[in-house]
């Protein structure tokens, strides 16, 4: 309990350091089956990990009444620990039935502000198994376009979604764009080349994000799917991940989160 207690006084600490209101902490966490296995006491612990951001995208909101009811409970906590926070879900993505899902954001209202819910790409709707959410942000007045994804599984060609995705940002949005989510392909792949070539960065670079059933040697963690990118008018100052795990003795617990760590890019807009 203590160790815990430390670490989120540190993680607290991390995002208080830049408390300028021009610069903003975005959270992409693909959360497994939010909606479906979430008790309270798992809520709360959720919500401690991120009340320090400004910005939470989620992935894998189910589709069914439970997701909607899991994000709203979230955002309920979230203002119960200081800060006025709202929030929009997406509709149920165009896939196949136990493909389906949600996605989510939750921000905070001080500085951000919406003029709509957002929408699926209805573009995407027949090259991506679940067609990713965007919604525009406006902070101080400046207009931030956030999308949100969820990939097909690594062995069903994620990289035709990512070149098909991709090629539609750099061809159709001209706002200042981040990506986050679980893209389920390393970012180190070519894949992510023309994204890259066009000025975007990642938040985080050869960093493991998924945590395994079981410790081997002392390793909790898998793969390197989860990620945020920023587009050259989005100015990069910090990002990383969230290890909420941090000892083998708590993996099990953990798991009950999420098999997903958080990732946060912390940003300013040019």
């Given at each position: 309990?203590?160790?815990?207690?430390?670490?989120?006084?540190?993680?607290?600490?991390?995002?208080?350091?830049?408390?300028?209101?021009?610069?903003?902490?975005?959270?992409?966490?693909?959360?497994?089956?939010?909606?479906?296995?979430?008790?309270?006491?798992?809520?709360?612990?959720?919500?401690?990990?991120?009340?320090?951001?400004?910005?939470?995208?989620?992935?894998?909101?189910?589709?069914?009444?439970?997701?909607?009811?899991?994000?709203?409970?979230?955002?309920?906590?979230?203002?119960?620990?200081?800060?006025?926070?709202?929030?929009?879900?997406?509709?149920?993505?165009?896939?196949?039935?136990?493909?389906?899902?949600?996605?989510?954001?939750?921000?905070?209202?001080?500085?951000?502000?919406?003029?709509?819910?957002?929408?699926?790409?209805?573009?995407?709707?027949?090259?991506?198994?679940?067609?990713?959410?965007?919604?525009?942000?406006?902070?101080?007045?400046?207009?931030?376009?956030?999308?949100?994804?969820?990939?097909?599984?690594?062995?069903?060609?994620?990289?035709?979604?990512?070149?098909?995705?991709?090629?539609?940002?750099?061809d159709s949005i001209t706002a200042p764009v981040i990506l986050a989510g679980d893209f389920n392909v390393d970012e180190k792949?070519?894949?992510?080349?023309?994204?890259?070539?066009?000025?975007?960065?990642?938040?985080?670079?050869?960093?493991?994000?998924?945590?395994?059933?079981?410790?081997?040697?002392?390793?909790?963690?898998?793969?390197?799917?989860?990620?945020?990118?920023?587009?050259?008018?989005?100015?990069k100052v910090d990002g990383g991940i969230i290890d909420f795990v941090r000892y083998c003795e708590d993996l099990e617990k953990?798991?009950?989160?999420?098999?997903?760590?958080?990732?946060?890019?912390?940003?300013?807009?040019?």
């Open positions: 309990m203590i160790k815990r207690l430390l670490f989120l006084s540190a993680l607290c600490f991390h995002f208080a350091i830049f408390s300028q209101t021009d610069e903003l902490t975005l959270i992409s966490w693909n959360i497994r089956d939010f909606g479906k296995t979430k008790s309270s006491e798992e809520l709360n612990k959720i919500a401690d990990i991120v009340r320090d951001a400004d910005i939470l995208a989620i992935q894998e909101v189910v589709a069914g009444f439970g997701g909607a009811q899991a994000v709203a409970k979230l955002s309920d906590v979230l203002n119960r620990k200081g800060a006025q926070w709202d929030y929009v879900i997406s509709d149920a993505t165009h896939s196949t039935k136990y493909v389906t899902e949600r996605y989510a954001f939750i921000w905070k209202t001080q500085h951000i502000k919406i003029k709509d819910r957002g929408e699926l790409i209805a573009a995407l709707d027949q090259k991506i198994d679940r067609e990713p959410y965007l919604m525009y942000f406006y902070v101080n007045g400046k207009k931030l376009a956030i999308l949100n994804f969820h990939s097909r599984p690594f062995n069903k060609n994620p990289e035709a979604e990512i070149e098909a995705l991709t090629a539609h940002i750099c792949k070519p894949v992510f080349d023309r994204f890259k070539k066009a000025g975007f960065t990642t938040a985080i670079t050869v960093q493991k994000t998924t945590l395994k059933k079981v410790c081997n040697k002392k390793s909790y963690l898998n793969y390197a799917i989860d990620n945020v990118f920023c587009s050259k008018a989005i100015r953990a798991r009950k989160l999420s098999d997903h760590l958080p990732v946060f890019l912390r940003f300013g807009l040019n």
